[in-house]
């Protein structure tokens, strides 16, 4: 069973940096792509960021030029950096998966930008 668990979200200062960590129980090899969205109160759950099998990547409109995300094969681990974070970020962050035709998700990681 695919298992997807962030982490690192919490709460942050304008204009600060967080790390989320996505960790996978196989290897992020086997999706097809792998994202960040994101829902805040009220919204539907957005597009933030993705990488491909092959590396490409795409970022919401939003988030370009702060947030990074990249992965690690070995540790099979997807992960946001988000810096110059404000308080429009503020959201419930979800890891996604993609295998085939079939998505997963993680449980969820608040990440809350707050003077």
């Known amino acids: 069973q695919v298992q997807l668990v962030e982490s690192g979200g919490g709460l942050v200062q304008p204009g600060g940096s967080l790390r989320l960590s996505c960790a996978a129980s196989g290897s992020i090899f086997s999706f097809n792509a792998m994202g960040w969205y994101r829902q805040a109160p009220g919204k539907q759950r957005e597009l933030v960021a993705e990488?491909?099998?092959?590396?490409?990547?795409n970022y919401a409109d939003s988030v370009k030029g702060r947030f990074t995300i990249s992965r690690d094969n070995a540790k099979n681990t997807l992960y946001l950096q988000m810096n110059s974070l404000n308080p429009e970020d503020t959201a419930i962050y979800y890891c996604?998966?993609?295998?085939?035709?079939?998505?997963?998700w993680g449980q969820g990681t608040q990440v809350t930008v707050s003077s």
């Open positions: 996604n998966a993609r295998r085939q035709v079939t998505d997963y």
């Open positions: 990488i491909t099998r092959g590396g490409s990547t």
